[in-house]
């Protein structure tokens, strides 16, 4: 379990404490850290140039034992025992912020949920891309509005219509824009 708090340092700590005490502890990186620290604490998990990865994700509309039982499920047997999924909570400062305020635009839905395929061997990747796509699929009627988070797309598969669906109604907007600054289209 990881968790950032971002705020009053006294805060943080008695709002995180709970967590620390649950049990033991493999790791625990709890301290004061810059974002860009934060950023890096997983990157002796996955050195660059060592893994093949596939990583795809949903939004979810919520949590209930159906979906949890489903995302258990769904673990049992990856292909690859470097292969991973998080839930990622949102809500709080994060649902507060309006659609239109940022390019990330609608922040209704209350999870996200990850399935990070990691994997060695070039030739492991069909089994391994097939499995996530499955195990993506699986989840899809659990989704918030067909939306995803554009760091886990898989290999964009999805195309256009991916990009339209995350954004939104900010896509129209946002295309605007890349096409007034951005010099390489």
Known sequence: MAAVYAGDTQEGERL???L??????????????NYCAVQRVFDTLMPAGKFRCYW???YLSGLSDVVIDEIVAGNRNPPSRNT???IWNFGGATAAVGAE??????RSMPYMFSIGSVWKAPEDDDVNISWTR???RRMQPHSHR?????????FGEEG?????????????????????????T
């Open 146 to 154: 067909g939306r995803l988070y554009l760091n886990f797309p898989g």
């Open 16 to 18: 995180l404490r709970p």
């Open 56 to 58: 795809k994700c949903h």
């Open 20 to 33: 620390r005490e649950l049990g033991g502890m493999d790791t625990d990186f709890s301290g004061r850290m």
């Open 101 to 106: 305020e940022t390019a990330f635009g609608d």
């Open 134 to 136: 499955a195990f993506w």
């Open 84 to 86: 991973y999924s998080s």
């Open 160 to 184: 256009e219509e991916l990009v339209r669906r995350t954004f939104g109604d900010n896509y129209a907007r946002l295309a605007a824009a890349k096409k007034k600054y951005d010099l390489t």
